[in-house]
């Protein structure tokens, strides 16, 4: 239910307008006859719309509608007033009115336009405040994926980065975002690959590879191996890219390769890429329907909950994982995770981040029963908290990574370590 605050220096004036706009039961009228007053109350109260006269002996409407946004609040505002002269409607708009009503003729008539212009007003800051909501927290998803990650225009310009970005390339979102292409990180022999998918993805993505390999050169010139993971986001020409470092991983392989082909073979199989997500919006919707395509990009099963505890985020890899679909499932409680993972032990990392128990970023192992094979999995469960704009605890996501052969893999190099070691004795 909207909650008006009405400023008139006429208090007669002022009960008229209570009495015709509360007598539906569908919006709340507090009153002052007194501009200063009416500064006060905004610092104490919330209001939906703001209802003030033209003019008023310690303030008129216009320098309380300019101190109102002088003072950072987007509250909507309208001028409800006897004077209707061009200039001073042309003045308040200018000064970030909402609607410019003029006192006079029918009281029903202006009332019920005045009942119509706060009522579209109000559902109309409603809708800003909750896209503004959703934004924060899928941004925060957007920066808390754990790897590198960046949304690539059609003509190659990095529009955004997230902070491992930064970390894994040395320069920053300021140097990166609108200024630079993606090939500048990019290896010189790489390079002409890499357009080429670029532009291959664009008008066929099944004909570009999904994932492949790259050297990367940082700030610093250091070179690194990296992983990476592209894809298209649905309706636009945009990509989002995933970049994981695989440097110390391939120096491994190398070392082992030799004398255990097979070996790193299930290695470089065990080895799962986080791919990630984000998309910057002009328009918020935008921005949140593209950030929702990128999630179904996470090659590892992941979900995320509300502050609330309900399940608001379902990846297509998390619907494989466990035979769940998403729209079985997004708006449940924390409880149907347990039920769609055999095995899982109570609470999950990311219900245990809402409840302030454990520090941020936990992770553990996890063996379940896998639902489409019927076999043990070990996965590696990794839970983050996600934030709004004004830092507060707006959910948690985790990801679940099977590393089942890796573990595998280990065992096996330890076997034959131990093997050559008994052979060599």
């Not at 984000?278 to 918020?284: L, S, T, V």
Request: hydrophobic share 40%.
């Amino acid at each position: 239910m909207p909650k008006i605050l009405a400023v008139d220096d006429e208090p007669a004036f002022l009960e008229l307008t209570r009495a015709y706009l509360e007598r539906d039961g569908d919006i709340v009228v507090e009153t002052t006859p007194s501009p200063l007053q009416a500064l006060d109350m905004l610092a104490e109260t919330p209001y939906d719309v703001i209802v003030a006269d033209y003019a008023m002996p310690e303030m008129n409407g216009i320098a309380l509608l300019q101190e109102v946004r002088r003072r950072g609040l987007s509250i909507p505002f309208i001028i409800f007033s006897g004077r209707g002269r061009e200039e001073a409607i042309i003045e308040a708009l200018n000064s970030g009115a909402d609607f410019y009503l003029q006192k006079g003729g029918s009281p029903s008539a202006r009332f019920a336009e005045l009942r119509n212009f706060i009522l579209q007003a109000a559902r109309r800051r409603r809708a800003e405040v909750e896209a503004q909501r959703a934004g924060d927290l899928y941004r925060s998803i957007f920066e808390y994926t754990g790897s590198a990650t960046i949304i690539i225009e059609g003509d190659m310009t990095i529009s955004l980065a997230n902070s491992e970005c930064e970390r894994l390339t040395g320069y920053s979102r300021k140097d990166i975002e609108g200024k630079m292409p993606f090939t500048a990180f990019v290896a010189p022999e790489d390079r002409e690959r890499m357009e080429n998918f670029h532009r291959q993805r664009r008008i066929d993505p099944r004909s570009a590879p999904r994932t492949y390999e790259f050297r990367l050169i940082d700030r610093e010139g250091r070179r690194r191996e990296i992983h990476l993971t592209v894809g298209i986001i649905p309706g636009t020409d945009r990509s989002v890219a995933s970049l994981i470092d695989i440097t110390d991983r391939k120096r491994f392989e190398e070392e082992l390769s030799a004398a255990h082909e097979e070996m790193t073979a299930a290695f470089e199989e065990a080895t799962a890429s986080q791919e990630a997500l984000e998309a910057q919006c002009r328009e918020m919707e935008d921005y949140q329907a593209t950030l929702r395509g990128i999630i179904d990009f996470l090659p590892d099963p992941t979900f995320a909950l509300d502050r609330n505890g309900r399940i608001i985020i379902w990846n297509r890899a998390m619907q494989e994982l466990t035979g769940v679909r998403m729209e079985q499932i997004i708006g449940s409680g924390a409880d149907a995770i347990l039920r769609a993972i055999p095995g899982l032990a109570p609470p999950s990392l990311a219900e245990r981040i809402l409840r302030g128990e454990v520090a941020e970023t936990p992770g553990r192992e996890v063996y379940i029963t896998s639902p489409r094979t019927g076999k043990e999995v070990c996965l590696w469960a990794k839970a983050s908290p996600l934030y709004d704009a004004a830092g507060e605890l707006a959910g948690a996501i985790e990801s679940m990574r099977d590393i089942t052969k890796s573990k595998e893999m280990a065992d096996q190099i330890r076997r034959r370590i131990a093997l050559e070691q008994l052979v060599r004795s």
